[in-house]
């Protein structure tokens, strides 16, 4: 049965208005992934077949989609709003994802409500730490045997981390090719691992729990970063973690 969803996110982050903007507009492959970037302007095209019903640069943004293209949903909207603080050295943002589940609403609703806030974490990083340098995006998705809750554990096993390394703490984590990476654990519970070089933002998505094998995003920051071999590296490193499984 079809039924309406609403996830609401309000928070502060030390960036001006305009900075959240951008990222939130034309900079999404910094902490979500590459879109084309909306018209600009009320009625515009915007990501992934949208229509750009709200456009007040820097405060106000929403695209909505009444053909989303798979059949568990059918309308989709994004809305942003930010407001200066601090006279204009920070902003508050507020958040509103909604739209229509037709299927599995309450799988569908508390993955989209884990998974929103991982995404408005990430923003936070990515404005915090990296914006507006540009960024190489990678992503990729495990093997049919990290389609499970476990797989999340797993990987946390395989990067050196222990079941009481915090977020916030500074960690050496065994990457692609035994190569030790040192990085800030910036986020982890029993669904998302993210940590934070100095030149990127890795993500570990455990999405074995709403039935989906265990996905990693890499936004790299670094010049001379390459999407290919990120991907190639990582897809070695995830496949070889779940070979015995």
Known sequence: ????????????????????????????????????????????????????????????????????????????????TIEPLDEGRRAWVRYVHSGIFTDDWNNQYDGASKHT???LHTLCEYLTHFAPRPV?????????????????????????????????????????????LDAVLDYRNP????LRTDNALIRFFGRGHWGAPLGISIHDFAPDADAEANESAWQAWLNEVFSQA
């Open 136 to 180: 190489t995006f990678a992503q990729l998705q495990g093997p049919a045997a990290s389609q499970t809750p476990r797989a999340l554990a797993a990987v946390g096993l395989a990067l050196g981390l222990s079941d009481d390394t915090a977020a916030g703490t500074k960690v050496g984590v065994r990457g692609p090719g035994g190569r030790t």
């Open 191 to 194: 669904y998302f691992i993210g």
């Open 117 to 119: 806030n991982f995404y």
């Open 1 to 80: 049965m079809s039924e309406e969803f609403e996830i609401v996110r309000e928070f502060e982050v030390d960036a001006p208005p305009e900075k959240v903007w951008d990222a939130v507009t034309t900079g999404t492959g910094g902490y979500l992934w590459p879109m084309d970037p909306p018209e600009p302007r009320e009625g515009g095209k915007g990501p992934f077949g949208s229509t750009v019903t709200a456009w007040d640069p820097p405060h106000r943004y929403t695209n909505r989609s009444e053909d989303v293209g798979f059949p568990i949903q059918t309308v989709n909207q994004l809305d942003y």
